[in-house]
């Protein structure tokens, strides 16, 4: 007994307040981390690694370096000039730089007084004299006491949760699994695991918060370093099989088949006046082939800017309405829902196909009669915007829906679709379609729940785009060039696209360089389209341009997607060093649809930073929009590639999609057998890793 009450308590599951310093207050910071459980606190990871166990001579240091460095407090001064600040010089003897402080309390400027010896910690900027930190971490110390022994973690926190104090508290929860093993469950069977990663799951993850003082941040974070790669394996498999939990859930529902008798599908294709290309019938075929069992489809249709994705769409949807179903059609924006709108309607209504349209913009007395005519099946295809998700959108029989550029809607949408369909028993099929190509590789990590199919070939009579790239003080030549061209007959975008962060002052550049060029250009008919423009303005201007009644439209990036003009063979792209490669990959993409040799003219202010100039270079290299992705990649990471935040996929804690790249083999792999044959442990791992965001998978 008495042995029992002197031994540690074992705190239950939850029990975080058994560390030292833990009370209810921090507890509920960690939670927003989603940190329950002490030993949550180890898998709670460090973002990055920073070496601090070396003191930096300040005469050694340079612009952007992040360091430690020492020195006495030679003059501090608290000044007024654009905002009130406290500069603080200190020198070691080999050079002088300045603290300064935007926040700061009279204790902090009494603390910061002349002869203070001072360690501190920050990244070294140039400032007007000479070096500057601003807001360093800082400390007094005695001259010449111990430094870090080893690299020192920094973690993803929370307001009101510094950096030591998480340290501290991922020290006491490494102590405490120290003694309690049995609360770190290895979760990963070991045949599952690859041989050369076969690692202590407590071992590495200490070798990572507490990096032994040999081992450098280069080496944690190279692709051999067991440790990490451990855990990254461990990491890409709990989401792949979060994915492939989602997708399986998914396929247990029902959905139509949608077999069809083939009479509108056959009256379209005879109306065309092109021949599909072999890859569109290739998709067609795989997608028709998906919609006709009753296991919903879940297809991501992949194709470059100009491919013809929409018209593999459009197939799909007379297949669902040949079978007495609805279909739904969204896109991202406004404009580019208009779009598939013309087309659809287009399209479909010689063929006694009813389309409706739907947009948050529209007139009341108008959707409401929209909403009741789809409510009662007399719409056949829904056409819109976001608009589409809302809940009062109601359907007869969905049975078909169509996503345009999916990386902007998010996963929590595409079930919210989902659900649209599931009033009378039936799930919709889905078809996403996007031209942000994305590499394999990455597709299957990030699109695990979905098939994919490749339309790997551009119609014919496409001519590339020639690219090139000027700065702004060539700006008259490329008016010159605009007269050329339209004096040819021929049309051109000016784009004007977000420099500034409002949209009003976006539109308001669009206007003034509309104005400039009317001015400029007396003899040649210039458009202007933007996002804050009426819908039935912009209809009506962009129906000007495709008639040729407009020669030049100046426009903001309101025409990124969608947008089809194949006279249009010029592109002048203001402001082109901001835009990232698959915005200008996308924007370019509007010109080369038509016979003529188009060009494409990138203005840029100079000088340009090394990432823009790389962006252009790039772009002028080639039209391929896999091979821009690929490089996109590199400069950008998978992150922002994917918009991932936007896709609902969490952020990565230690893997990394481009360093680990090829252990998304291996991960793919292991996940339909783990999930076979290990339910249980399948779940765990992804509570583990995906933690919350799992959870929309258990729908
Ligand atoms: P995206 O894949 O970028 O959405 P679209 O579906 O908008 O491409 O098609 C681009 C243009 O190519 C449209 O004008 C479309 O009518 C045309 N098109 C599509 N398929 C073919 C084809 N097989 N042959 C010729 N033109 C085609
Ligand atoms: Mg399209």
Redesign the pocket.
């Known amino acids: 007994m008495a042995q029992r009450e002197s031994a540690d308590p074992v705190p239950t599951e939850s029990d975080l307040t058994y560390l030292k310093g833990v009370g209810p207050r921090l507890a509920e910071k960690l939670e927003r981390l989603g940190i329950f459980r002490i030993q949550d606190l180890l898998f709670h990871l460090p973002l990055r690694w920073e070496d601090r166990t070396r003191v930096i001579p300040i005469g050694q240091l340079r612009h952007g370096d992040r360091a430690v460095i020492e020195g006495r407090v030679q003059h501090a001064e608290t000044v007024y000039r654009r905002r009130r600040s406290l500069l603080v010089s200190i020198s070691d003897g080999s050079g002088a730089l300045v603290l300064r402080f935007f926040h700061f309390s009279r204790a902090q400027v009494e603390r910061l007084k002349r002869g203070a010896h001072l360690r501190c910690f920050g990244e070294a900027r140039r400032g007007r004299n000479s070096l500057e930190m601003v807001h360093p971490e800082y400390r007094q110390v005695e001259p010449g006491s111990p430094v870090e022994e080893a690299l020192t973690p920094i973690y993803p926190t929370t307001e009101g949760l510094n950096q030591n104090r998480l340290r501290d508290l991922i020290t006491q929860a490494l102590a405490y699994i120290r003694k309690h093993p049995e609360q770190l469950q290895d979760l990963l069977p070991a045949d599952y695991l690859p041989k050369a990663l076969a690692m202590d799951l407590y071992q590495a993850l200490e070798a990572l918060h507490r990096p032994s003082p040999d081992v450098s941040v280069t080496r944690l974070l190279e692709e051999d370093y067991p440790p990490r790669r451990r855990l990254a394996f461990e990491e890409l498999l709990a989401h792949r099989l979060s994915l492939r939990l989602a997708r399986a859930h998914f396929r247990d529902d029902k959905a139509r088949a949608l077999k069809g008798d083939g009479h509108l599908v056959k009256a379209f294709l005879a109306g065309l006046d ?4 072999g890859a ?1 019938e290739r998709v067609t075929r795989e997608v028709f082939q998906d919609i006709e069992s009753t296991a919903p489809m879940l297809r991501l249709v992949q ?1 470059d ?7 593999v769409a459009v197939l799909a949807a007379l297949r669902a309405v040949e079978s007495g179903g609805q279909v739904a059609v969204m896109a991202p924006t406004e404009i580019l829902a208009e779009q598939h709108f013309q087309n659809f309607r287009e399209w479909l209504a010689p063929l006694g196909v009813r389309v409706g349209w739907f947009s948050g913009k529209q007139a009341a007395a108008e959707k409401r009669w929209s909403l009741k005519a789809l409510a009662h099946g007399e719409l056949q295809v829904a056409v819109g915007t976001h608009a589409l998700f809302q809940d009062q959108v109601r359907f007869k029989d969905l049975a078909l829906a169509v996503v345009d550029e999916q990386h902007r809607f998010g996963v929590h949408q595409r079930l919210a679709l989902r659900e649209k369909g599931s009033e009378n028993g039936h799930r919709p099929h889905q078809l996403i379609m996007t ?1 942000t190509p994305i590499p394999r590789t990455l597709a299957m990590t990030a699109y695990a729940d979905l098939d994919v199919s490749l339309i790997d070939e551009l ?2 009579g496409r001519t590339p785009v020639k690219t090139v790239a000027l700065p702004e003080s060539r700006r008259s030549d490329v008016v010159a060039r605009v007269a050329e061209a339209c004096a040819d007959g021929r049309q051109v975008y000016w784009v004007c696209p977000l420099v500034e962060e409002s949209e009003v002052l976006q539109c308001q550049a669009a206007e003034e360089s509309a104005e400039q060029l009317a001015e400029a250009l007396p003899d040649i008919r210039v458009g202007l389209i933007h996002g804050r423009m009426k819908a039935a303005d912009k209809e009506s201007v962009m129906a000007a341009f495709k008639s040729g009644e407009i020669q030049l439209l100046v426009a903001t990036t309101v025409i990124e997607v ?1 947008v ?1 003009v194949p006279n249009a063979s010029l592109m002048i792209l203001e402001n082109a060093e901001h835009l990232g490669l698959s915005q200008l990959h996308q924007l370019r ?1 509007r010109v080369g ?1 038509g016979r003529e040799a188009s060009s494409c003219v990138l203005l840029y202010r100079a000088p340009l930073n090394e990432v823009a100039r790389a962006r252009l270079e790039i772009m002028r290299e080639t039209n391929d929009g896999f091979q821009i992705a690929r490089r996109d990649l590199e400069l950008r990471g998978p992150g922002e590639v994917l918009g991932t935040r936007q896709t609902g996929a969490a952020e990565l804690r230690i893997a990394d999609l481009m360093r680990d790249n090829d252990l998304l083999g291996p991960v793919a792999q292991a996940a339909d057998p783990l999930l076979a044959r290990e339910p249980e442990l399948a779940r765990a791992l992804m509570q583990r890793w995906v933690g919350e965001a799992s959870q929309y998978v258990s729908v």
């Open positions: 092109f021949r599909l290309t569109q194709g800017v100009g491919s013809g994705k929409t018209v031209a119609p014919p969608g089809d993409g649809r």
